[in-house]
T-cell receptor
Framework: AQKVTQAQTEISVVEKEDVTLDCVYETRDTTYYLFWYKQPPSGELVFLIRRNSFDEQNEISGRYSWNFQKSTSSFNFTITASQVVDSAVYFCALRENQGGKLIFGQGTELSVKP | DTEVTQTPKHLVMGMTNKKSLKCEQHMGHRAMYWYKQKAKKPPELMFVYSYEKLSINESVPSRFSPECPNSSLLNLHLHALQPEDSALYLC??????????????FGPGTRLLVL
């Protein structure tokens, strides 16, 4: 069965700290896609990144970086020098090969305090 | 432009009311989705439309009735809802449905309260 686990329910940091959000997934598919979404208090899910199972290169976008490790089935997300605007719930998701459904993790609520 | 719009932003309705949620996208996407999200939980898929045809119904009660009048619009008709149906209702779209790499883009949601 396909599953996404975000073990950290809530994380609280002080502004300018670095923070890593963990995502571990389970799938028997050899081809799959992983996603991260941000959900600020306003409610909209904002797409952050998509990564396919054949591309294990780490990705950096400004203060955001992603570490994909197939060997440990993990796709972790790091925010460098966090800011108050980063406060949100972050969801990791796996795209299921059969049926096309997005399998979401339970989300990690990040609180960045000034 | 990756914008999905939803109206209304907030909705309060009684259990005997009939109301509709609307979703619109102008990105040329042919797949549209309705999700329900309860507080502190991930979104749960309700319906998927692909090329204006209903492809997936995740065993949603009949008091929720989706409609896709054209490729840009998606409605969710609500009737005789229960208080436990109070939630954030999110609409999403993607270029295609079955294509594994497709990214779903979400709207801002409608916060529904059923009294």
């Amino acid at each position: 069965a396909q599953k996404v686990t975000q073990a950290q329910t809530e994380i609280s940091v002080v502004e300018k700290e670095d923070v890593t959000l963990d995502c571990v997934y389970e799938t028997r598919d050899t081809t799959y896609y992983l996603f991260w979404y941000k959900q600020p208090p306003s409610g909209e899910l904002v797409f952050l990144i998509r990564r396919n199972s054949f591309d294990e290169q780490n990705e950096i976008s400004g203060r955001y970086s992603w570490n994909f490790q197939k060997s440990t089935s993990s796709f972790n997300f790091t925010i460098t020098a966090s800011q108050v605007v980063d406060s949100a719930v972050y969801f990791c998701a796996l795209r299921e090969n059969q049926g096309g459904k997005l399998i979401f993790g339970q989300g990690t609520e990040l609180s960045v305090k000034p | 432009d990756t914008e999905v719009t939803q109206t209304p932003k907030h909705l309060v309705m009684g259990m005997t009311n009939k109301k509709s949620l609307k979703c619109e996208q102008h990105m040329g996407h042919r797949a549209m989705y309705w999700y329900k999200q309860k507080a502190k939980k991930p979104p749960e898929l309700m319906f998927v439309y692909s090329y204006e045809k209903l492809s997936i119904n995740e065993s949603v009660p009949s008091r929720f009735s989706p409609e896709c009048p054209n490729s840009s619009l998606l409605n969710l008709h609500l009737h005789a809802l229960q208080p436990e149906d109070s939630a954030l209702y999110l609409c999403a779209s993607s270029l295609l449905y079955r294509d594994l790499q497709e990214t779903q883009y979400f709207g801002p949601g409608t916060r529904l309260l059923v009294l």
